[in-house]
């Protein structure tokens, strides 16, 4: 599902459209990366994001709101204090002190891990992640894994775009998780 059915939301979704950035061939030919930074420099649409997200989650008794390495902890947290949740990080290896679940993945160029602290998410707890791009949902799917083995129901995925062309909305749909995006990625660099 994405955002944007009524008027009010349609009008706060193209605001955050406009505010966010194509870079061609970055970081690699043939790459167009979507660079949130620009949506961060907008206070409105800013604010919209996250507004967009707590109006959806508010009355879904979410108690965990997971954030992923890095872009999930720009929106994560202040959805989690609007909705009266927890802040749990998922982060790439050796970056959290202390005892650690562990979930390796395959990404299309080699493979990954997320982290998070034993004893974050405990069974019962209704957890949301949030991320700033699905784009295979690799990444996605190793965080819905690793909450649902600390005994974590994963409600939704929840991200700002969505690129379309890579299927990761099927691949979460294969493993039985809705998601909600705000905007589906734009090709043609803005100014």
């Known amino acids: 599902m994405s955002a944007g059915e009524n008027g009010d939301s349609a009008g706060r979704i193209n605001g955050i459209k406009s505010a966010l950035r194509v870079i061609p ?18 206070p409105k649409a800013f604010k919209d994001t996250i507004d967009l997200f707590v109006e959806r989650y ?19 947290p202040p959805i989690a204090l609007a909705i009266g949740a927890k802040f749990v990080p998922l982060r790439k ?20 891990c997320l982290e998070m602290h034993v004893g974050a998410v405990e069974s019962g707890d209704r957890a949301l992640i949030v991320d700033d791009l699905i784009a295979t949902g690799g990444t996605l799917c190793a965080a819905m894994n ?5 005994g974590a129901e994963v409600v939704e995925c929840a991200c ?3 690129v379309p062309e890579l299927k990761g909305r099927e691949r979460l ?7 909600y ?6 090709f043609v660099p803005s100014s």
Do not use: C
């Open 181 to 186: 995006v705000l905007v589906e990625s734009q």
């Open 93 to 112: 290896p050796k970056k959290l002190p202390g005892e650690v679940i562990s979930e390796k993945y395959i990404l299309e160029y080699g493979s990954d």
């Open 58 to 76: 508010k009355h879904e008794t979410i108690s965990v709101i997971a954030g992923i390495e890095a872009r999930g902890f720009i929106f994560g």
């Open 173 to 179: 749909r294969s493993h039985g998780k809705p998601l």
């Open 146 to 150: 690793l909450l649902e083995r600390a």
């Open 25 to 42: 061939n970055f970081p690699k030919p043939g790459i167009m990366f979507q660079d949130i930074t620009t949506l961060l420099l907008d």
């Open 160 to 162: 700002v775009i969505e």
